[in-house]
Nanobody, 128 residues
Framework: QVQVVESGGGLVQAGGSLRLSCTVS????????VGWFRQSPGKEREFVTT????????TYAESVRGRFTFSRDNAKNTVYLQMNSLTPEDTAVYYC?????????????????????WGQGTQVTVSS
């Protein structure tokens, strides 16, 4: 069983930064996929970034590339999403997700359906 818990959302002005945390506990492997998604009201859940638990094959959505950074702390079983240069368009509930077995093509999982374990979500609001 895998548990996923996010934290770190909040309110920030445009141009500011936030860091989200996601702790993944339970059975994980080097190929376990960990991803960040976001969802705004009335919109589908959107891919943000993903990486293997081993730390390689990090992939970003075009909308966040160069502004968001995926990182990890193995000792804490925690991954982070550092978000810089935030804009109001980044406002959403952000979700962390994990899938222990990662059957995705090339081990890069960008669809919500690729993940079997989700956190509760954390709200990020960017004011203009």
């Amino acid at each position: 069983q895998v548990q996923v818990v996010e934290s770190g959302g909040g309110l920030v002005q445009a141009g500011g930064s936030l860091r989200l945390s996601c702790t993944v506990s339970g059975r994980t492997f080097s190929t376990t996929a960990v991803g960040w998604f976001r969802q705004s009201p009335g919109k589908e859940r959107e891919f943000v970034t993903t990486s293997k638990w081993s730390g390689d094959l990090t992939t970003y959505a075009e909308s966040v590339r160069g502004r968001f950074t995926f990182s990890r702390d193995n000792a804490k079983n925690t991954v982070y999403l550092q978000m810089n240069s935030l804009t109001p368009e980044d406002t959403a509930v952000y979700y962390c997700a994990a899938d222990p077995y990662n059957y995705c093509s090339g081990y890069v999982c960008t669809n919500p359906s690729d993940y079997g374990h989700w956190g509760q979500g954390t709200q990020v609001t960017v004011s203009s």
